[in-house]
């Protein structure tokens, strides 16, 4: 690397020397005129452009924050009014629940918004809808839950722990 850098001093040595003043001023000169082009269209001229793009873009922007705030505040407020109006989760309306989906708990119990349900022998695919529909319908969630598969296709006992949320 040394050799080659050497190499190239001596030969941009020799060029120098044979050029005359005015030459040498020309060359000086091209050579500025290329280096401060170079210099803007690589340093200045991208921020400036950026920062034009960016104050022409801003009032739109900060058009679709308000938006989005203003959305933001109409679906927090949408929650409040849909969660006072999901009932308390009851022994019978689990059970009612359950018998829509072709499914008996062997055990349940319900206390305050907290609901433990035995299952056993029961279709799995059937299960996991009639979980779908509480926590769509009843703004339940499974807080723990303890599935055991049956040698049969499709068939489990399970043990749930639910949640209700936004209870009256």
Known sequence: MKLWLAHARQY?????????????KLLLISAAVI????????????????????????????EQVAQMQALSGEAAGLADKTGASVAAMTKETLNATLAAHGLKAQSTSVTGGIAQIQLSGVSFARTLDWLIELQKTARV???DAKITPLTQPDQIDAIFTLHQSGQP
């Open 12 to 24: 941009f040595a020799a060029f120098w020397a044979l050029r005359d003043a005015r030459e040498r």
């Open 35 to 62: 280096a401060a082009a170079l210099y803007y269209l690589l340093l200045i001229a991208p921020p400036l452009s950026g920062r034009e793009q960016l104050t022409k873009n801003l009032p739109s922007l900060r």
């Open 141 to 143: 969630s499974v807080g």
